[in-house]
């Protein structure tokens, strides 16, 4: 098994999920993605472990950001090493972002 896979599955089961907010998410990317949130958000650059849900499919997808840009509400997640592997991009749609903080 992949040690850096290990290491995702291992932060994902000890870690803390934080709801941040529902998003729309915009104009999807390979590694990176817009999106637009009800408020602002305290979100820093560095490499952060992420999990978004469809709120349609229920869909749930684990990602790694290392860059994250934003204007007031506006947000762009650049540079995302996925961690859980999908059949599809994600797709424009409302999600409920997550922020799964290690213990």
Known sequence: MDND???DLI??????IELLDEICINEVYSNS?????????QIINGEQLYMVKNKSSGDVIYFRVNTVKNKDSLYFFQHINWVTSKNRKIEKGTYSLNKINNQ
């Open 33 to 41: 993605f817009f999106f637009i949130t009800r408020k602002n958000l």
């Open 11 to 16: 932060d994902i089961n000890s870690g803390d």
């Open 5 to 7: 896979l290990l290491g």
